[in-house]
């Protein structure tokens, strides 16, 4: 698993150093405290930590077990992948007739019970995870995103 997390680790940070070298020549928006490039740049370094903590960890030598490897596939393993698949389909084919607001919490729903999330904090993170994403995107980005058949709410 050392050799893995290493290779993963620096594709990672590469992909990193991409995602952030190309936001820099992101516009800057007017009107705006954080521009274009806020957001890339954000995921850009969440990736860079993700991979240093790779490479760390394999430089390290921790070893740990491996759950994939350890669990043959199963047939519920192939059915709950193929369905988070579909949802991701079901989103792209709905947010704009739907809206965002009524297609993310039921998508989100779907993929947190495919993920055995019990049925009280799956419904509590995908309403949550659904206005906290709008809001974001809404007030600080100011990126609106579809409304669909329900009207603006402001």
């Given at each position: ?55 760390l960890?394999?430089l ?24 988070i ?5 079901a ?11 009524l ?42 995103l ?9």
């Amino acid at each position: 698993m050392r050799a893995v997390d290493l290779r993963v680790g620096v594709a990672l940070a590469l992909l990193a150093a991409a995602v952030l070298w190309s936001a820099q020549a992101f516009p800057v928006v007017p009107g705006q405290q954080l521009g274009a490039g806020f957001l890339p740049k954000l995921v850009g370094t969440g990736l860079l930590l993700c991979g240093l903590g790779l490479v760390l960890r394999s430089l390290r030598g921790v070893a740990y077990d491996d759950p994939v490897a350890a669990s043959s596939s199963s047939w519920r393993d192939i059915a709950s992948a193929l369905l988070i698949l579909a949802t991701i389909a079901a989103y792209i084919a709905l947010a704009d007739k739907l809206g965002f607001l009524l297609i993310a919490p039921l998508c989100l729903l779907a993929v947190f019970r495919v993920l055995r999330v019990g049925w009280a904090p799956a419904i509590g993170f995908a309403l949550g995870g659904t206005l906290l994403v709008h809001l974001a995107f809404y007030k600080l980005l100011r990126v609106p995103l579809p409304w669909g058949v329900l009207p603006p709410l402001y």
